[in-house]
């Protein structure tokens, strides 16, 4: 780690940023919610969760369980059991059969959900706010599609979005392939897309190929507390597939420091459709400096890297008390 790393000169501004983190974990929501739990630039207001790498049974077994062991207290309200209007896939050929790769959560849950599931709450908690409450999607969007559709009053009240997912299509310099998180509702997608709320676009592409984890920096992060160990533990069985070394993808967290951290990405101005019928979920990126959505193109590696060690240090030995 460089010694004279310092986080804060990647900001634009002093904020503390107001969320709503919307997630299906999954081992890359996993890690990107400890760090969303210790950063001081993050203010969690709510934690939903949707079906995606797992059921929604266990998405929000795990992240309740999350909470648990690392002793955290935010409302958690439960979404979406199935997409909007195809039926859901899973991932859990990566994020193996509990969702958390090489960790399985046991013990009993203590932290309660909120009496009203995801949709309402989201609505309630954006609504009550001063318009600057932003939602962080790290799975599918489908919470986030019913909650447009159902209430459209709201898209005054959301800033932007900023989400994990979507492959730019179109760009003969990228791979052409499908994002897990858009072709698993891609109908939510497109409520998305056509609300005109400014979005942040974080596609897979980085998270896999630019700001990957080696395999001797994951084992490292078992040297440095009880978090590392725990991140390591989930890592151990979550090596992305068909790559010649073996390697660790941080999409999720990626899309949580691009808000905090927006020097230390590159950005650029697209517009963006979604296919729903030849081959729902491809999507389209035009490069044409109009659109609604900032998309990522790039990540400076080693700040990232730095960054993840920095607050991973900072969180100390918080346990992660005797549940984990």
Known sequence: MNKIFNKNDYKTDNKVYKVIIDTDPGVDDAACLIY?????????????????????DKTTRNLLHLMDIF????????????????????????HQKEGLGGYEPTGEITHKLLDIDAIEAMYKVIKE?????????????????????KHPDIIEKIPQIVFMGGSPFGNPNYPDHISFNISSDPEAF???????????????????????????????????NDAGKFLAKMYSKYWEPDYPDKRVATNDSLALFALCYPKMFTFEKVSVSVDLEKTPGK??????????????TDVDREAFLNLLISDLEKIGNKRINNKY
């Open 129 to 149: 706010g001063d318009g600057d409450i932003i939602p962080i999607i790290l799975g599918p969007q489908t919470n986030l599609g019913i909650l447009l559709n």
């Open 283 to 296: 999507t389209f990126v035009d490069f044409d400096g109009k659109g609604n959505v900032y998309f990522i």
């Open 36 to 56: 969303a739990f210790f950063d001081e630039n993050i203010d969690i207001k709510l934690l939903t969760t949707v079906v995606g790498n797992i059921s929604l």
């Open 190 to 224: 497109k409520i998305v897309l056509d609300s005109k709320i400014p979005l942040v676009m974080v596609p897979s592409d980085v998270g896999r190929r630019k700001a990957h984890l080696s395999e001797d920096f994951v084992n490292d992060l078992a040297n440095i």
């Open 71 to 94: 002793d955290i207290d935010i409302p958690v309200a439960r979404g979406a059991s199935k997409a909007m209007a195809r039926e859901s896939i899973n991932a859990e050929f990566i």
